[in-house]
C-alpha cells in the first residue's frame, strides 16, 4: 500500500501557516492581499518544483496539472480546496486540502502510478469571502454560477476592487475560468465541527451539505425614554428581537430535526442604555440538509414575523443575504471513500457538511465528493484549530487511495 | 395676576436653541464643549441685562442670583435646571426651566415685587451626562454627593479632562461648590413622557421621580461554526441574552405596577453572521418611584440570571453602572403648584418623573419639586422634542406663583 510523505506534507502545511503573520503572530491572508500574494508564491513554487503545468485563470484560481502526456483528451480528476484565510486564522482549513492535494500528486508521480487522465490540484479564489461577497467564489465562477466579469468587479471591505487586487498581485490570470472540467472533483477538509471527535473517528465521508439561508431582519419600533414611557405605550424592536431570537432557537432546539439556526450578529439604534431601541437589526442562518425542512424553518420564522409585527405593532422588513440549497454528492465517490478507510483500518462514517465548501460548487459540473479529518474542539477559524498529525496524514491517505482508482 | 413676558422666554428659547447648530442644522452643545461656551456666554449675557449677581462655581455651574441690598442672611430660593444638551438636541430639555426661572426673576424685579430672600436661577453643569460621567453632575457636586475634584479629573468620551475643558471655554470659576444653600428649589421642566398629553392636561406637579438601577450584563458562552455544532452542543451567549430580555421585558409589561425596564444596548462578539456568540453584553435600565419594588425587580432579573447560568451552561457576570433610590418631593411644594395650577383655571395631576433631574440632587439639600408641562408624543433627545407655546407660556406663570410664594 502507497501512502504519502507525511514529513513534507506536515512540513508544508506549517510553512505556509507561517506566511501572514502580523506583529502578534496572527495568521491573516485575505483574498488577493499582499500576503495571499506571499502564501500564492509558496504553492506556485511547490506546483514548479513538483514538475506540473501551472495554469492561472483571470479570476486568480491556480491549478497545478500532472498533465501526462502520453493521455491526452481525457478530462482530469481534480483535487482542491483555498488557501485564502479568515482575520486571524488557523493554519489548517482550506490549506490542508490543497497541499494534500499537491502531495498525492507528487506521491502518484513517485510510485510511477500511471493515470489513464491528468491529475490536477486547485487553489480557488476567495472561498472564505471575508474581503471581497460571496464566498466560495473561485469555484462559483469555475463552475459557471456567475461570470467572471461580475466578481472581478466586487467591492472589497476596504473598498478594493478584486479585479485591481488580482492584478496588482500578479494573479490575474490569462485562462478563462472553468477551461478544466473535471471528471471527479475530491475535496479533503477539516470538518470544523465537533461531530468526528465525538465519536472517535478519523475520517468521514462527506455524503451531502447543509442547505444554507441566511436573512437579515430589520425590526423598526419606536425611540422613546426609558424611564418615562409606560410599559403599555412601548413600541420595543429590542423586545421584538429577542422575542424572534428566542422563538427561533427553541423551535430548533426543541426539534429532533439536524436544523440549525444562529443569530451571530445583532445592533440596536441608538443604542443608548436610557433609550427604548428604535431598530434591531440582526441576521439568522439556517442551514439543514434537506431542502424542505430548510424550507419549513424559514416558513416558521416568517410567519412568527408576521405574527409579531401585528402584536407587537413593530415593521419587520426581511433581506436574503444568501441562499443555497443543500448539495447531495456522488454516492459511488462517497462508498470508494468508506471503502479506503475501512482498508486502512479506520474508523469511518458518513456525515454531513455543516459549512460551506469549494466542493458544492464543483458538484454543479462533476461528480464530487469531501474527505473529514477531526477538528479538535470543533473549532476552526481561530488559532486555536487544530488536527492531530496522524489524522492529517491518515485523511492524505485516503486521499490518494481515492485519487488512484478514480484517475486509473 | 401678574404674568410672565412671553414674548421674551419664548424668543430666548429659540436663540438658545440656535446656538451649537452643525452644518446639517443638528444641535449639540456637549456640556464644557465649544457650544456649551457659546450657549454659556448667551445666558450670561441676559443674566447680566437682567442686573443679577453672576457667581460661577468651580465646576461651571452658574448662578444669577438677585441679591435684594435691603435682605441679608436669607438663604435663596433657587430655580434651576441644565443648558447643555445630548447630540442632535431639541430646544426644550432643560434650556425651557433655566430661562424661564430667569423670567420669574425679571418678572418679579419688573412687577415690583419685594422678595424676603434672594432669587436665583442656576444652570447646573453637564446634566446629559454625554460627555462626562456621572450625568447630573453639576448639581451632585452642589449638593454634596461627589467631590469637586473627582468630577474635574472626570475624562470624557473624546479623552478630555472636564477641568481643562471648563477653564479652556473659561468656565471654572472661583466659587466653592456648594456655597449656595437654597431655601427651596424649583425645576420646571418638560415631561419626556407622555403621560400629560395623553390625559390632555398643561400641567403636572411633580411628587416624586423614580429610582434607578443601571446595570450591566455580560454573558459568556463559547464561539463555534454556525453549521457544523449541533443545537445540543451549543453554548450560546446570544441565545441567552435574548432569553433574558424576554423575561424582564415580559414580566414588567405583564405587572401591574409602573415598574419599567429597558434594554437599550446590546452588543454579541464575535459578531459574525456564521459564528454562535461567544459573548453578549447588554444593559438594563429598570426604574420604579418605590424602592421596594425596584429591589424587587432586581431580584427578580438577578435570580432569574443565576437559574439562566445552570441552565444554559454560560457565565453571567453583572455590573451596577448606576443605582439611585427614588426621590420624595416636597408635599408642600405640590400642593403649592397644583394650588396655583387651579387658581389659573389649569387642568393639574401629580405625577411621577421618569427621568433624573438636577432636582433629585437638589433635594438632598433643600426642599423641592418640579413643574412638567407636556411634550408632544412623549418624545425629548431629539429635533422632534415639541411643547407648545401656549403650554410653555403656561407652565412657566406657574412657576412665578410658586416662586412668588416662597420668596415672599
Known amino acids: 500500500m502507497i501512502a504519502i510523505d507525511a514529513q513534507r506534507l506536515l512540513g508544508r502545511i506549517r510553512e505556509l501557516g507561517a506566511v501572514g503573520r502580523d506583529g502578534e503572530g496572527r495568521l491573516t491572508r485575505l483574498a488577493a492581499s499582499d500576503t495571499d500574494r506571499q502564501g500564492r508564491d509558496l504553492f506556485v513554487g511547490w506546483l514548479r518544483q513538483a514538475g506540473l503545468d501551472v495554469a492561472i485563470d483571470r479570476v486568480g484560481n491556480i491549478f497545478g496539472i500532472w498533465q501526462n502526456p502520453e493521455i491526452t483528451g481525457q478530462a482530469p480528476l481534480l483535487i482542491g480546496s483555498h488557501i485564502d484565510t479568515v482575520i486571524d486564522a488557523g493554519i489548517y482549513d482550506g490549506c490542508y486540502g490543497v497541499l494534500a492535494g499537491l502531495e498525492v500528486i507528487e506521491t502518484l508521480k513517485a510510485t510511477g502510478f500511471s493515470p489513464s487522465r491528468p491529475v490536477a490540484v486547485a487553489a480557488f479564489t476567495n472561498e472564505e469571502g471575508v474581503r471581497y461577497t460571496p464566498d466560495m467564489m473561485g469555484s462559483l465562477v469555475h463552475a459557471g454560477g ?20 488580482l492584478a496588482r498581485i500578479g494573479y490575474a490570470g490569462d485562462r478563462e475560468p472553468g477551461f478544466l472540467t473535471p471528471h471527479a472533483y475530491l475535496e479533503l477538509h477539516i470538518e470544523q465541527g465537533p461531530v468526528l471527535e465525538r465519536e472517535g473517528l478519523p475520517v468521514g465521508a462527506v455524503e451531502n451539505l447543509q442547505g444554507i439561508s441566511w436573512q437579515r431582519i430589520t425590526i423598526d419600533g419606536v425611540a422613546n425614554h426609558a424611564g ?41 439604534e441608538p443604542n443608548a442604555i436610557n433609550v427604548i431601541p428604535s431598530r434591531a437589526v440582526f441576521t439568522v442562518d439556517l442551514r439543514d440538509p434537506d431542502e424542505q425542512r430548510l424550507q419549513a424553518a424559514e416558513a416558521a420564522l416568517a410567519a412568527y414575523l408576521e405574527q409579531l409585527a401585528a402584536a407587537e405593532n413593530v415593521t419587520v422588513s426581511v433581506e436574503q443575504l444568501a441562499r443555497f440549497e443543500p448539495v447531495i454528492f456522488d454516492l459511488r465517490i462517497v462508498e470508494q471513500i468508506e471503502a479506503a478507510a475501512k482498508r486502512r483500518g479506520l474508523g469511518v462514517r458518513r456525515m ?36 492531530d498529525d496522524a489524522e492529517l496524514v491518515a485523511g492524505a491517505n485516503i486521499l490518494l487511495d481515492v485519487a488512484a482508482q478514480l484517475a486509473k
Open 352 to 387: 454531513t457538511s455543516g459549512a460551506g465548501h469549494d466542493a458544492q460548487m464543483l458538484a454543479r459540473i462533476a461528480p464530487a465528493a469531501m474527505i473529514f479529518v477531526p477538528s479538535v474542539g470543533g473549532i476552526s477559524h481561530s488559532p486555536r484549530e487544530h488536527t
Open 228 to 268: 418615562t414611557t409606560p410599559m403599555s405605550m412601548r413600541n420595543d424592536a429590542g423586545h421584538a428581537a429577542a422575542r424572534v431570537i428566542t422563538f427561533l432557537l427553541d423551535r430548533t432546539k426543541a426539534s429532533n430535526a439536524p436544523t440549525v439556526a444562529t443569530v451571530g450578529t445583532i445592533r440596536f
Open 146 to 165: 456567475i461570470d467572471a466579469e461580475t466578481v472581478l468587479a466586487a467591492v472589497g471591505t476596504d473598498g478594493s476592487v478584486l479585479g485591481q487586487e
